[in-house]
């Protein structure tokens, strides 16, 4: 094994070839040719900084990172490579946690990449390993709420998206409790990102997707409920969340931005359903609504 450098030239030269390993790795896996290949390179890496002293803020940064890479290639090789995932997720956060998070954002908006991450992946095991995801997401919002050196509208858009990830592992339960939470939880992430979903299109990728997880939990409400006026109540906020859906995908789509088309697709359904089934003297004026000015709707594929 070769030995650690001492010689600041040194480390510096050694975290530099580093990096270049790193963006070559990412590089690969953005372009979703080769995540065989991207592991290589993280994994060199990896043996790279593992050399550097261990005591530096910033060398304990860089090694996390190339765990959390590592992590992510290993993740989209399928489930076969899943508990090898949350091993390399496991060592970027013992790398994270001890840093001093109020110095540098970056501290902290890593940390919170981290839970989440390995929550999703907690999340899509076969059975899935729920309350230990939701666990993970928790702790990202911890580690979010607390991140007062971050900028604000950066961190708006981590806590909305871990809140929307949140929202949509609770409402996979199926369950009425676990529905309560989703809801609350959808409607933190909605919240975080309403004043930036107009000009951001991430933030509108994570609004829609909590208006996705409503609905579900709305539909399912609904299925169950006799036609009263709290039944009628809930159709309002269920149709609400259908148009605001749908409208923010044709302003998106009026920008030339056609990859919400999946979601929008699901709140057409839902919000078809709910019209024809409570509200049918609404429903033309629902569907005349969603037909770009060619006559197509915006919800069909190219």
């Not at 940390?111 to 992946?121: E, G, K, S, W, Y």
């Not at 928790?138 to 950066?154: C, G, Q, S």
């Not at 057409?268 to 005349?288: I, K, M, N, T, W």
Request: aromatic share 6%; hydrophobic share 45%.
């Amino acid at each position: 094994m070769t030995e650690a450098p001492d010689d600041p030239r040194e480390i510096e030269a050694t975290n530099a070839r580093a990096s270049l390993f790193m963006e070559e790795g990412i590089r690969l896996l953005q372009s979703g040719n080769d995540a065989d290949a991207a592991l290589l390179y993280f994994d060199r890496a990896l043996e790279l900084r593992r050399r550097l002293p261990a005591d530096v803020p910033m060398h304990a940064y860089g090694l996390a990172a190339c765990w959390l890479n590592r992590a992510e290639a290993l993740t989209r090789r399928g489930p076969a490579y899943h508990a090898l995932a949350l091993r390399a997720y496991d060592e970027a956060l013992a790398l994270l946690r001890p840093l001093p998070l109020g110095d540098d954002p970056r501290f902290s908006k890593r940390l919170a990449i981290a839970h989440q991450n390995r929550a999703l992946v907690l999340a899509a095991q076969n059975p899935p390993a729920t309350a230990d995801a939701i666990a993970a997401l928790v702790d990202a919002i911890a580690v979010l709420d607390n991140a007062k050196a971050m900028d604000a509208p950066e961190r708006d858009y981590l806590l909305a998206v871990v809140w929307m990830n949140l929202a949509n592992i609770q409402a996979s339960e199926a369950k009425i409790v676990p529905d309560l939470a989703a809801r609350e939880s959808a409607r933190r992430a909605l919240a975080l990102v309403k004043e930036h979903e107009h000009v951001d299109a991430a933030a509108a990728e994570a609004g829609l997707k909590a208006r996705h997880v409503l609905c579900q939990v709305a539909g399912r409400r609904l299925s169950v409920q006799a036609k009263t006026e709290t039944v009628m109540e809930d159709v309002h906020d269920a149709t609400d969340l259908a148009d605001d859906g749908l409208a923010l995908v044709r302003e998106w789509e009026g920008r030339g931005v056609n990859r919400f088309r999946n979601l929008a697709s699901d709140l057409f359904r839902f919000g078809a359903r709910v019209y024809a089934c409570y509200q049918p003297h609404f429903l033309h004026e629902f569907l005349s609504e969603q037909l770009d000015p060619q006559g197509r709707q915006i919800t069909s594929a190219d």
